[in-house]
């Protein structure tokens, strides 16, 4: 049995490859045992996304059809996005990814090209307006990236996810529902396009930070969240999230990752393991939850 931590109130179910919390924040402790399988080269897994390193490797060698869009927002603002096509015969429920505080990468492209290997339409916009479109690999600096998207208006930016899920959701080989699915600044703004959006499906959050109370009002989809326990910055929003959310009775779930750093899913071979550890558990625990609520 591992040894897990959560909220008083909380009823957990133990099963091997993954601790489930019902109605409340689950820590998972086995991160370090893990360590020497999770060390095991970030490439190797292809069930997985491929970590920052592996990404352009892993785009060159899809099968899937990805290719530039250009999309207009309601704001007026003039977007690029990336998007990739399941292979598959009948119609596919869509998910938007968001990209980073470091904006449009080569990372983000693999990211969503692994949710088209799931069965989804998957769409990654470029929330930068005016982005260059990334020749190979990233075309803007992680610093440069940094400045740009801590400029951007929030309400800009979620006209912007409205606008991929909508051309998305558009195409004839699409349903009309959607989830969203973002990392770091992507993973605040994936939870609150869930404040502002009624008519998402669902919502992932990848090591970032949650609404306050008051907003956490407005939401309707179930939301997972995904955390590193050595990230304390974000942890801290997620206990009175979780504490609003259940008062509410609204669904949120959110796991934290013992050991595991902030970005780990993009660093999947840092913190001796337990990034790699904390991706083993989250990647396909957000392939469960968009089964769960979009379907297959």
């Known amino acids: 049995m591992r040894i897990i931590t959560a909220l008083a109130s909380s ?26 399988h999770a060390s095991a080269n970030a490439a190797d897994d292809t069930t997985l996304p491929p970590d920052a390193e592996h990404a352009l490797a892993r785009l060159d060698a899809s099968p899937r059809h990805g290719q530039w869009v250009m999309l207009k927002t309601s704001t007026g603002d003039s977007l ?4 990739v096509y399941p292979e598959r015969a009948t119609k596919a429920p869509v998910v938007v ?32 307006p005016g982005g260059k479109i ?23 930016v979620q006209a912007g996810i409205t606008a991929a899920a909508n051309y998305a959701m558009g195409l004839p080989s699409a349903l009309h529902k959607y989830g969203v699915v973002g990392f770091c600044w992507g993973g605040t703004a994936s939870f609150a396009h869930a404040v502002v959006s009624p008519t998402l499906g669902a919502s992932v959050v990848y090591y970032g930070t949650s609404p ?33 959310m259940r008062a509410m009775h609204k669904t949120y779930e959110p796991h934290i990752f ?3 750093g902030h970005g780990f899913l993009r660093a999947q071979t840092g913190n001796n393991g337990a990034n790699m550890a904390a991706t083993q558990k989250a990647w396909p625990a957000t392939i469960t939850w968009f089964r769960k609520y979009l379907g297959s």
């Open 134 to 156: 990334p020749a190979g690999a990233d075309t803007l600096t992680n610093q440069e990236g940094v400045a740009a998207v801590s400029k951007l208006n929030p309400a800009n």
């Open 212 to 244: 306050s109370a008051a907003d956490l009002m407005s939401v309707s989809a179930p939301v997972l969240g995904l955390y590193g326990g050595s990230d304390a910055r974000v942890v801290a929003t997620v206990a009175p999230a979780d504490s609003a």
């Open 11 to 36: 009823v957990l179910i133990a099963v091997p490859s993954l601790m489930l919390a019902q109605g409340g924040m689950t820590h998972d402790m086995s991160s370090h045992d893990m360590s020497s």
């Open 97 to 128: 990814v968001i990209h980073e505080i470091f904006g449009m990468s080569t990372w983000i492209r693999a990211v969503t090209d692994q949710l088209a290997k799931e069965g989804y339409i998957a769409i990654a916009p470029d929330l930068i």
């Open 80 to 83: 690029h996005a990336w998007i």
């Open 258 to 260: 013992e050991g595991a």
